[in-house]
């Protein structure tokens, strides 16, 4: 933990703030704070600031807190994603927040099993501490927006251009005969990007992301498995926009 | 499995191989191979070629294999990685062979638990059928060569002049001034990328890879978890690699 995330629901009081969770016990087990130390902290989905140890008692740390006055941009990368498998998906929400998104699009395809919506794995409760936890790894406060749809055509039919409304759309296939730097370099806009399934789209749902401004991008020849394949082009992603002129997103 | 890898202890006799395990379930329940039909395979270290099902029978699946004349290059990125706790190595060994390494180097670092090179997972019959999952996942035959070092000090000075001769060396480093892209921008040469423990290298030993031509590089202000990291940093000095005019390692 490099940030300790704070949110309304820890009551910040006049600028105190006493923690008893998980954060407290490895504030105090981990880093092993002490009265005075200052911790790099951080309000979810708002500025940073620093916390100043005030008293550390019975498992219980208590902080008095200032804030910067900026709120960091949210990260210029959505992604629109497979549902992949339970297994997989629980490992990935971390990571996902870790590299950063402002938003992930979960859903439904002829590849996906039906069943992986009705599992804990897609609940506000089983990921919300988990997107978390990958903020606080590296010291990010906006948590990616999520929302899970099971009818892949009414997605991108009726509820994307809402959902993200002007940018660059890319979907990563082995058929893409532009690579994802290229399809990226000296652009400045919001990106989308779409990763299907192990064993990919079908065609038919390739070719309405294709229908709807979706550019097939390739990652060379090398088909990978899809936890591998996002944090692959989420990284690639984030390095060519990292090097665009202008970044105004 | 995108493709079928043999060696040579299944024996291939006169073109002709009989798989009798994983690989043959995986061919009979997943991919339901019928006689005649044609499958993508490779000798592993070799060549790539084609086995054509030559008789389905009771679990085993017979195949008549001719293979092409050159052998697919060694990847030109190789991997010194401070040992991660054995859960977390345990899923890397495919995704490194599935990225693609040419090697793979594990050293001990002073935040790295001793007892991890005790474990299971640091032995050949444990991490190589995971390297060759990878493989066979994205289509290569070239599996990275391993070494396991215990004394950080001993295999830079004295050994790592042997097992990387010539080549770029970087280290990932919070601290790097340059970033990985402008470490590799047009360069042909092998690359040897350090990936150090959760926590990162401490000032000595930063200080002796420094000493021995490694060259810090930053991934940005967001410090990774170490499977995030390799994963990330792979794809991104391949996608630099790969734009380089001239490819000759």
Redesign the interface.
Known sequence: M?LVLLEPRDGIDSSVVTLTDARATHLLKVLRVTPGQALRIGLLDGPFGTGTVEAVDNGRVTLCCTFEKDIPPRPPIDLLLALPRPKVMRRLWA?LA???VGRIILTNASRVERDYFDTHIVTEACFRPLLIEGLQ????TRLPLVSSHRQFKILVEDDLDDLFPSGIRLVADPGGKT???DALANRDERVLLAIGPEGGWNDFELKLLEAHRFVPVSL??????VD?AC??????A??VL??APVRNV
Request: aromatic share 0%; proline share 3%.
């Open positions: 490099n990571q870790a590299l950063g790894q590296v010291r990010d690579s994802i730097e060379g020849p090398r088909t990978l498995r591998t944090t692959a082009l989420l990284a690639i984030h390095s990292r090097r």
